[in-house]
Nanobody
Framework: QVQLVESGGGLVQAGGSLRLSCAASGRTFSSSAMGWFRQAPGKEREFVATINWSGDSTYYKDSVKGRFTISRDNAKNTVYLQMNSLKPEDTAVYYC?????????????????WGQGTQVTVSS
């Protein structure tokens, strides 16, 4: 069993930055691929970024490429999402997710564990 706790959300002006963190419990973190998803009001949850078990392979939603960076620290059981040049359309609840396998995935159904989410609000 893996438990995930996100933090770092908040209110920021357009063009600003935030760094989200996701702390994971459980001994399988270092062998698990991780992902970030988001859900805006009235919309479906969507993929944002994913990283493989070792951190040397990543994949992003097109609209966040060049602005967001996913990374992980296996010694700290933590995955991060650095978000720069934020836009109002990035406003959403951001969720951290973990897979049982080591390879990354952009699919919602590919994840086995989810955090409770953290709110990110970008004002114009």
């Amino acid at each position: 069993q893996v438990q995930l706790v996100e933090s770092g959300g908040g209110l920021v002006q357009a063009g600003g930055s935030l760094r989200l963190s996701c702390a994971a419990s459980g001994r399988t973190f270092s062998s698990s691929a991780m992902g970030w998803f988001r859900q805006a009001p009235g919309k479906e949850r969507e993929f944002v970024a994913t990283i493989n078990w070792s951190g040397d392979s990543t994949y992003y939603k097109d609209s966040v490429k060049g602005r967001f960076t996913i990374s992980r620290d296996n010694a700290k059981n933590t995955v991060y999402l650095q978000m720069n040049s934020l836009k109002p359309e990035d406003t959403a609840v951001y969720y951290c997710a973990a897979r049982r396998g080591p390879t990354y995935s952009a699919s919602y159904s590919g994840y086995d564990y989810w955090g409770q989410g953290t709110q990110v609000t970008v004002s114009s």
